[in-house]
């Protein structure tokens, strides 16, 4: 549950600047810098030579950004290939020691007193309704996606929103408002950065579908979407959501290939399938 002293303010304020005359209208460019790509990868590892070079065979490459350089991300871009640089939201992992040494203990969210710690990848939830941790968020886009020279960012860990707290209304209102609040802020500060959101969906349909140029969908995987009824309720959704936005669905499967793939075109997605994992090209 939300434990936050002072909660109706937090909202209000929330509230209006989700009202802000300066909502951004990225999703529904025709000239977003994914339209028409029919290719992409996730890598998360420092990239050799040899890495370099093979990233010209995709049209976009979600990456690490700390492990770039300015003048490195120009020579990618220079030969073809759009970079998203990732950053994640609604978690930050403890190796992460630039993010770790900025945020304050008011910045994590609190669940029955406790810091929630997700123990599989050593990270910790935080709370978006907080106005220094989504002004570290803020900094660090700057910093490591727009000064680089990134295409866009790739926001990673905002379907936590979905999964943590659908089921209490107050809580889930609270984080996805303060969350707009966040995209309106890199609208002022940075101009229509390219966004992609990964995982989130009722989040997406519901909060921020104008402002992304795309939604990854992981675990795209064809005996699990083709048969469950939740996942072609989605399905029928974004493809309706799309009738009237332009906005990319970009999915990602680990398992059954050929048909992930060919079912994902088929509904006019974006497919690539992993056969190992994010570190290893």
């Known amino acids: 549950m939300f434990k936050r002293i002072g ?12 009202m802000s005359p300066y909502h951004s209208s990225a999703g529904s460019d025709p000239m977003s810098p994914l339209k028409g790509i029919s290719s992409y990868k996730v890598f998360y590892d420092m990239p050799t030579k040899k890495v370099i070079n093979q990233m010209k065979k995709y049209e976009v490459v979600i990456v690490e950004p700390q492990y770039y350089s300015k003048e490195l991300v120009h020579q990618i871009q220079s030969n073809g290939t759009k970079l998203y640089g990732y950053v994640s939201i609604m978690e930050s992992d403890s190796w992460n020691d630039d993010r770790m040494s900025s945020i304050h203990e008011e910045d994590y ?5 406790d810091k929630v710690h997700f123990a599989e990848w050593d990270s910790y939830l935080m709370d978006l309704t907080s106005s220094h941790y989504r002004s570290v968020l803020l900094d660090e886009i700057g910093e490591q996606i727009v000064e680089k020279g990134f295409t866009g960012v790739f926001f990673d860990t905002v379907g936590d929103i979905d999964d943590q707290f659908l089921g209490d209304h107050t809580t889930y209102e609270a984080q996805s408002n303060a969350f707009v609040a966040f995209l309106d802020s890199i609208h002022h500060t940075y101009g229509d950065l390219s966004m992609i959101q990964n995982w989130g969906i009722e989040l997406f349909k519901n909060y921020t579908y104008t402002y992304m140029d795309a939604i ?4 795209f995987d064809y005996r699990v979407v083709s048969k469950d009824k939740w996942s072609q309720n989605q399905i029928k959704s974004l493809k309706a959501y799309q009738a009237s ?8 499967s680990f398992s059954q290939k050929n048909p992930s793939i060919r079912y994902s075109k088929n509904l006019g997605f974006i497919h690539y399938h992993e056969k190992n994992h994010f570190n290893k090209w």
């Open 7 to 18: 909660i109706v303010a937090v909202l209000l304020s929330l509230c209006l600047l989700s």
């Open 109 to 113: 969210y609190y669940e029955n007193g």
């Open 216 to 219: 990854m969908w992981e675990n």
């Open 245 to 252: 936005h332009s906005f990319e669905v970009m999915t990602l």
